[in-house]
């Protein structure tokens, strides 16, 4: 159906609330699309629909049909066609954000690939697209695939950044004619602005200390310098390539993950009461009452348990590494939750595919997802204060753990 030159949208949105039609989200989103492409075709030719003007460069020429997949479903546009040169409308070829057009990419490709055909006829069907050509598809995928790669690529000039938290998502990936599962590797730092930016990202076959050293030296080989502290799990192998790669930067184990490898210790009717003792220790208000807290709660879970108890000092450096810092930034840096919260949006991303069919797909829906909340957080505030990203790279540095020969006081510049 070709656009009215003058569209009444007051009377179309009364008639269809009138009607109860299913289809009003569908209707309203075409009317005003229908209704930009007509008035930037009337700007372009220097005069409306119809309308005798001595300033007209140009005239109208019908429409051309085009469909137009949005979250409300496909809709039939119609694209006002001018009689010298062309009109189109460039915002209508990035109606996706990168993330949702990743999802159509990884799903298409699938298809593609010899993935269940009943699998990806749901899975586009839950994204409200009626069809998608390998014309599509293929253009998406290499518009996509130089986003994402110039993300992943770009320089790491925003530093220093202080603090880095990094993590593994395994996933599920076709090699081979058959399903083995990978580990995605991110990282995310606070930049010397005090705002939060996603470093990078790699899919490796293993987590294991070869795969983390060259993630590590990749990022620092991009520009990453000034690390003072790195929080994540007990990934393996991961505390030998920080030392390799980041020289200067601690490890701070992430509490809430120690905690559950801690009351795998002790018995299930006793794992309350020792949670509760351990979190004691982070809510003292300074460093001083934080070790003797540690010390009164090692002694107390060593009179019942002391396996955990021996667990527990072993982990006394690791859990504590976020005590040399200003305490307003305590709770920010003391466990892995930040990056929590970015692997469950990975992670609803990732489970609309399940298994994906090669490896550069999970870059290009991942790599999108990644790059989405970095430009989200560049237009949120800041994580950190500038003061205390000061204060925080005032660290001591010491060249032996147990006898330290020298206690140096260093600050990055910012």
């Known amino acids: ?47 409306e629909y119809g309308e005798r003007s001595d300033e007209r460069v140009n005239s109208r020429n019908g429409y051309r049909h085009r469909d137009w997949d949005t979250r409300a ?113 991110v990282a995310v730092g606070v930049n010397a602005d005090g705002g939060r930016e996603v470093l990078g990202l790699e899919v490796t076959s293993d987590e294991d200390g070869a795969g983390w050293l060259a993630f590590l030296r990749s990022l620092t080989a991009r520009g990453l310098s000034g690390v003072r502290l790195v929080v994540s799990d007990a990934h393996r192998g991961l505390v030998n390539a920080i030392g390799a790669a980041l020289p200067g930067a601690s490890w701070q184990r992430c509490r809430t993950h120690y905690l559950r490898n801690l009351l795998a210790k002790v018995p299930k009717t006793a794992q309350p009461w020792v949670a509760t003792l351990v979190r004691t220790v982070f809510d003292q208000p300074d460093t001083d009452e934080v070790q003797a807290q540690f010390a009164r709660v090692l002694d107390t879970i060593g009179d019942k348990f002391p396996d955990a108890a021996e667990h527990l000092d072993t982990a006394r450096g690791d859990l504590l590494a976020f005590t040399a810092f200003p305490r307003e930034l305590w709770r920010q840096i003391w466990s892995n939750n930040p990056q929590e919260r970015l692997n469950k949006e990975i992670r609803r991303r990732t489970d609309v595919v399940g298994i994906f069919p090669n490896r550069a797909a999970i870059i290009r829906l991942v790599g999108a997802v990644l790059a989405e909340q970095t430009d989200e957080w560049v237009e949120g505030r800041r994580y950190m204060g500038l003061d205390l990203l000061r204060k925080a790279r005032l660290t001591p540095i010491t060249t032996d753990a147990d006898q330290p020969e020298t206690d140096q006081i260093v600050e990055i510049a910012a």
């Not at 009377?11 to 492409?37: C, G, I, K, Y």
């Not at 998608?132 to 695939?145: C, F, I, P, T």
């Open 73 to 185: 479903g496909t809709v039939e546009l119609a694209i006002p066609k001018l009689r010298q040169g062309s009109y189109f409308p460039d915002w209508l070829l990035q109606h996706r954000r990168r993330a949702e057009q990743a999802l159509v990419s990884v799903v298409a490709t699938s298809y593609l690939l010899g993935v269940s055909t009943r699998r990806v006829e749901k899975l586009v069907e839950q994204l409200g697209v009626k069809q998608l050509s390998k014309s599509q598809v293929s253009e998406m995928a290499r518009h996509l695939d130089a986003q994402v790669e110039a993300f992943r690529n770009r320089p790491l000039d925003a530093g220093p950044y202080t603090f880095v938290w990094v993590d593994a998502l395994v996933i599920k990936v076709r090699e081979h004619g058959r399903t083995i599962n990978v580990h995605a590797l």
């Open 1 to 47: 159906m070709a656009a009215e030159p003058s569209l009444n949208v007051a009377n179309l949105l009364r008639e269809h609330l009138e009607s109860a039609s299913p289809d009003l989200l569908r209707a309203m989103v075409q009317t005003f699309a229908e209704t930009l492409m007509s008035a930037e075709a009337d700007a372009v030719c220097g005069a």
